[in-house]
């Protein structure tokens, strides 16, 4: 079993990353090659980047560091649940992702985005330049979500549709190969 990390990139109040989130993760529970596990970034909470010296070095003086660098050391891939804020990646998943260097390198990443009529496509681009820095293999096929509002229904929960859905398992197929395959890098 391989480890996927599904981080909610949305901190917000009334955010809808959880919907889509919670709906992505019914179908990659279909995987059996994945172990899944959400990494929340409002309940995790990490300030600012606060640590003195480069990650590459790992000379992590801050306890909350120590614990994001276990944690994303454990994931053998990723899936980002992303929205689009003023066309960019929210600022959240950027900085948790400055934490660290080594524990990112060569792990592939799916994008799952959401927004208005881009979809989250731009801040999917945006995050993709972000993550090959850290070495990460973004992956080209991705779920993109327009008009996410459209889709939530009374009760807060994401409804997706068949095309939506088939989205969701191509990417994951493609994220297993990759997953496989990079995993003989890390070692
Ligand atoms: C500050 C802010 C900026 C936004 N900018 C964009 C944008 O540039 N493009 C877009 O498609 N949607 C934009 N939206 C709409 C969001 O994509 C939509 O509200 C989505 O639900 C946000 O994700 P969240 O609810 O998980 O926080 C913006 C929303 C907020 C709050």
Known sequence: MYSLKIIIASTRPGRRGIAVAEWFIEIAKQNPDFSIEVLDLEKINLPFIDEPNHPKLQ???QEHTRQWSKTINEADAFIFVIPEYNYAMPPTLSNAI???FNEWNYKPVGLVSYGGISGGLRSAQMCKQQITTVKMMPMSEGVAIPFIE???NEEGRFISTDQIDRS????????LKWTIALKTMRI
């Open 59 to 61: 000379q992590y003086t």
């Open 168 to 175: 969701a398992e191509i990417l994951l197929r493609e994220l």
């Open 150 to 152: 459209k889709f939530i």
């Open 98 to 100: 400055d934490f660290l």
